[in-house]
């Protein structure tokens, strides 16, 4: 080869390679709309993607796995969390972490009421784009899935079509993803109240007073532990504020009635 | 030295290293907080650490980048640089540019755009100096002339440099848009453009250190940055995963991350060819040291551990871990720090006073060393650390914080070998300022001799 050969092949692949990468940008720009669900960037998400710019929230934190490695990834949170749980925690985060004990804390970021709920909006947008379904399993912020829960069950069919089998599959999976929040370990609390012997314990609860909702039966109280979520509230400053629980409203919408069904079939055998 | 205007460089080199000390400074800040806890939690936090950090890093060597092309150019134009003014007041504006936009981020003062963080003025005065820049060099090389391969490349690459920071200052409505284009800044410059200025500065560093035929050394010149080009325009893919573009850009990312290796592979060969062929006879043994431990490094860092994390099925566990950084740190150390501080080394002979070209320095050698080890080290530490994140987190399901608890060890690791790094790099700086520069101002420069010939013309 000469020297013109080997320009000639720097100019020519170059501008080849190039060519091609303009040409599926163009293409890519026809299905951004539809990945990412433009239609829902509402006045309020545009400001609450301001608001995480203004913040520097991408230094700490990973969104859609981009960012720094320092601070949870917040890909999925909105669908892990409740808007109140989130809500309550932007307001002051070292009310539910000890820098004590996990050795890094999130400085108060200082926002309005109105800047939380639009970051908050802005988030939960971000959490419904098409992304190639990552992350393959959950990354939960705090806790785990070892123990009392089966690991990997994310992405793994139910043994059988028998209920229980079918309820705690969904405990993991998403939509549900009950695991992100509940442990089934006996003390171990996450986000929200150990599930570990809820079976039995929901009797005691029903039979001793102090429940304020309108079940009478184990499985109607679960059931409405799931879809009304702020029906009964279990004690705790992280689990609720102003009588709404921290856990999201919307699973009557998510779930079908057979899945709540199966649900409450597989945690009535917690004992 | 053979162009007065040649000593601009010095300047910019003074620069470059004074922001690389401040750059560690601010990264072991940053590795300390892994520890925890944080007792400057409310004062400066993780967030402006890590900014000022990556920030510092992309300024200082593009200020290398620069001091090196007022270095090289004379020397390939045959002529002075068309303005050194122009040169010095382009350095001023640039480091006020710099202060303004690290002291600004400890107030707040940020678009946190990761690597982007530049408040658009900031951004606005990067571009007009940017242009400064190239006006004086491409005058320089009308008025040389001569049109060198290598330093054609080493210019177009800082031009395109440029070209790409435009992108930077477009404002998205949709969050994946912004960033599809915030990679065409970083990743096009970093795996691509400044390939170009390292692929073009090692030309040269290789044509002076080794004496190897100019002629042979720029035909696959060439053919490294056509690979690397071929390879790297659309290896953009492999930042485009799991972000909300379509589908395609997932295969499209393994195979030309793939591709890049073969890029980076050449360039390695290329230089360790060029050096056997000729011999190691050059006196400046420690500019021979950069040289050729920059094509290595680069082919283990930025290859090798690259290709350790983009095959999308792997990616797919690994993204947004700690494995990033690991290929991040030794990338950026192997291709574009060593790369500067292989032209500085090779030039400060003809920088200083007493210039002795066979100056046997002790302290360079620890520098090269200690700096060398201590980044293997940190890369290994993020490695450890990422694996086991990438196993627990991912994998098993142990929430995230948790999950840092258990890799504690790891960042005690890091900051060991962070420290190691930074002696190294201290060692660097010292030796470089403790060596009296020429006159910088005025004055004839200590050899103006034209009429002497090419450096290479001497060896070959």
């Known amino acids: 080869m000469t020297k013109r050969q080997t320009r000639l092949f720097f100019i020519v692949g170059t501008l080849v390679f190039a060519g091609i990468f303009v040409g599926l940008t163009v293409d890519s720009h026809r299905q951004f709309g539809r990945l990412t669900n433009a239609d829902l960037i509402t006045a309020d998400v545009s400001a609450g993607k301001d608001v995480w710019h203004d913040n520097n929230c991408i230094n700490c934190h990973t969104l859609l796995g981009e960012g720094a490695y320092y601070a949870p990834d917040l890909t999925k949170i909105t669908q892990h969390r409740g808007v109140p749980y989130l809500t309550a925690f932007l307001e ?6 000890s820098e004590e004990q996990y050795r890094r804390l999130m400085p108060n970021p200082e926002l309005t009421d109105r800047e939380i709920e639009q970051v908050l909006a802005f988030l939960d947008w971000v959490s419904r784009i098409d992304n190639q379904g990552w992350p393959p399993r959950p990354i939960l912020v705090t806790g785990s899935r070892f123990a009392g829960v089966e690991a990997g069950a994310r992405t793994a069919d139910a043994a059988s079509d028998e209920p229980v089998a079918l309820g705690q599959t969904l405990f993991s999976q998403s939509p549900a993803t009950c695991s992100a929040c509940h442990s089934t370990a ?22 001793e007073g102090g429940y304020g909702g309108s079940a009478t039966t184990a499985e109607g109280y679960l059931r409405e532990a799931i879809v009304q979520p702020s029906a009964h509230l279990v004690p705790g400053e992280t689990f609720s504020a102003e009588g709404r629980s921290f856990m999201p409203d919307n699973y009557s919408q998510l779930l079908t009635d057979e899945q709540v069904d199966h649900l409450v079939d597989y945690l009535l055998t917690l004992r | 030295m053979r162009y007065r205007s040649q000593r601009i460089a010095y300047a910019y080199f003074a620069v470059a290293l004074f922001l690389y000390g401040l750059q560690l400074a601010f990264g072991m800040l940053s590795a300390a907080k892994y520890l925890g806890p944080d007792p400057l939690i409310d004062i400066l936090p993780f967030d402006v650490t890590k900014a000022i950090h990556t920030n510092l890093l992309i300024v200082w060597v593009l200020t290398g980048f620069m001091g090196a092309a007022y270095y090289v150019v004379p020397e390939e134009s045959r002529t002075e640089i068309y303005s050194p003014r122009l040169a010095y007041w382009q350095l001023g504006i640039w480091t006020v540019n710099g202060v303004v936009a690290v002291v600004g981020y400890m107030f707040g003062w940020t678009e946190g755009n990761k690597l982007l963080e530049q408040p658009v003025p900031v951004k606005i005065t990067i571009v007009i100096v940017m242009l400064m820049f190239l006006y004086n060099i491409f005058r320089t090389m009308m008025k040389g002339g001569r049109w060198t391969t290598t330093e054609n490349v080493l210019v177009a690459g800082l031009g395109l440099a440029a070209l790409l920071y435009l992108p930077a200052l477009l404002q998205f409505h949709n969050y994946t848009v912004s960033i599809f284009y915030r990679w065409w800044t970083i990743h096009l410059w970093v795996e691509g453009v400044w390939e170009m200025v390292q692929a073009g500065l090692l030309a040269y560093l290789l044509i002076r250190l080794s004496g190897a035929d100019r002629e042979m050394l720029e035909k696959w010149l060439y053919v490294i940055v056509g690979l690397v080009f071929i390879a790297g325009i659309i290896g ?4 485009y995963y799991w972000v909300g573009v379509p589908q395609y850009w997932l295969p499209l990312g393994g195979i030309f991350s793939a591709r890049v290796q073969l890029a980076l592979f050449a360039m390695a060969m290329w230089a360790y060819f060029a050096m056997r062929r ?36 792997v990616n797919k566990w690994t993204h947004g871990t ?21 032209v500085v080394t090779y030039a400060m002979p003809h920088l200083t006073r007493d210039g002795d070209e066979g100056r046997e320095s002790t302290l360079g050698y620890w520098a090269f060393w200690l700096q060398a080890a201590g980044m293997l080290g940190m890369t290994m530490a993020f490695a450890t650390a990422g694996i086991a994140q990438t196993y627990l987190e991912r994998i098993m399901g142990l929430g995230y914080l948790e999950t840092q ?6 960042f005690l690791m890091l900051i060991g070998a962070a420290t190691v790094f930074s002696v190294g790099a201290a060692c660097f700086i010292w030796d470089f300022f403790r060596q009296r520069p020429i006159e910088l101002f005025g004055g004839p420069g200590p050899e103006v001799d034209a009429d002497r010939p090419a450096p290479e013309a001497v060896l070959t």
Not at chain 1, 92 to 97: I, L, Q, V, W
Not at chain 2, 236 to 239: I, L, N, Q, S
Not at chain 2, 405 to 410: S, T, Y
């Open chain 2, 322 to 342: 700690l494995i990033t950084p690991m290929h991040g740190h030794s990338a950026f150390f192997g291709a574009y720090v060593m790369v500067v501080l292989a």
């Open chain 1, 92 to 97: 002051d985060p070292s009310r539910f972490y």
């Open chain 1, 186 to 207: 006996p003390g171990v609390q996450l986000a929200g109240p150990s599930l570990a012997g809820i079976g039995t314990r929901v009797a005691t609860l029903l039979a």
């Open chain 2, 405 to 410: 608890l258990k890799i504690q060890v790891h």
């Open chain 2, 278 to 313: 000729s011999g190691f006879s050059h006196p400046n043994k420690l500019a021979i040291h950069w040289t050729v431990g920059s094509a290595i490094y680069t082919a283990f860092g930025a290859g090798l551990l690259g290709l350790a994390h983009t095959w999308p099925s």
């Open chain 2, 236 to 239: 953009t893919a492999h930042h």
